[in-house]
């Protein structure tokens, strides 16, 4: 699917990000994709994204729309033309605005479920949760902090920092093909957060992911970022 280049603000953007077992992820994930792995570990997360004056590229910002969302990510490599390639596959999406999950799938990538969410932000601490019309449900308690989790898998925050900018490439399911859409923020900057708080009733699904095979490990902040969003080729 090909759309205008999208041009506007993330005024805040939560990465929520958790450690998996390869094979729970590889069971969830379909053909090109394989999980990225690091240190023996696939790579999961949330991300919770607030968008402010979203239009197409060259448009007044007031012609733009606001709306809070949610995407679940799974970190993926594929292989394209001999090349190893990698971004994350989002198995799903979930936004505040009616708009995005009337049209989504037609004129924006992916599906999107439709979702109310309460968010309070006060003096660096965040709390932001969500339930969507199939009942599935996001909660976060966070703080700033100066100090990047000593318990992450990628140690420092410049490790973790770097891995998530390389994933700036996403792909959506939309029938039967994958919608690419990539991220170009305009300076990239992330901040680490110490979480008090988190559940993701998708995540905890054993269903999916049997108990034990997800463990949650950093999440970061990014705030006040233009960027943009471009269509890469659908797969």
């Given amino acids: 699917m090909k759309i205008p280049t999208i041009h506007g603000y993330i005024d805040r953007r939560i990465l929520i990000n958790f450690t998996a077992d390869p094979k729970a992820v590889e069971k969830i994930i379909p053909f090109p994709f394989r999980p990225k792995i690091y240190k023996d570990k696939a790579i999961v997360g949330i991300c919770l994204i607030r968008l402010k004056n979203i239009k197409p590229k060259g448009l007044p910002d007031f012609l733009g729309v606001n709306s809070e969302n ?4 799974i970190a993926v490599e594929w292989d394209e033309n001999g090349e190893t390639k990698s971004g994350v596959y989002i198995p799903r999406r979930d936004t505040s605005l009616k708009l995005n999950a009337l049209v989504g799938g037609r004129i924006f990538p992916g599906r999107h479920y439709y979702a109310k969410f309460n968010v309070e932000e006060n003096n660096g601490n965040y709390h932001i949760d969500f339930k969507s019309s199939d009942d599935t449900e996001i909660l976060i308690d966070a703080t700033e902090t100066k100090l990047f989790n000593d318990k992450s898998i990628f140690e420092t925050l410049n490790n973790a920092s770097d891995f998530f900018e ?5 792909y ?9 859409l ?3 923020a305009y300076n990239w900057e992330v901040r ?3 979480v008090q708080n988190v559940k993701s009733s ?4 054993e269903e999916i992911f049997p108990k034990g095979s997800v463990t ?3 999440a970061l902040l990014m705030t ?3 960027h943009e969003w471009k269509s890469e080729t659908d797969k």
């Fill in 70 to 73: 949610g995407a679940h990510r």
């Fill in 166 to 170: 390389n994933g700036d490439l996403g």
């Fill in 216 to 218: 949650f490990d950093n």
């Fill in 202 to 205: 998708f995540f905890e699904n």
């Fill in 224 to 226: 006040n970022i233009e």
């Fill in 192 to 194: 680490p957060l110490d």
């Fill in 182 to 184: 990539r991220l170009k």
């Fill in 172 to 180: 959506s399911p939309n029938k039967d093909k994958f919608d690419g």
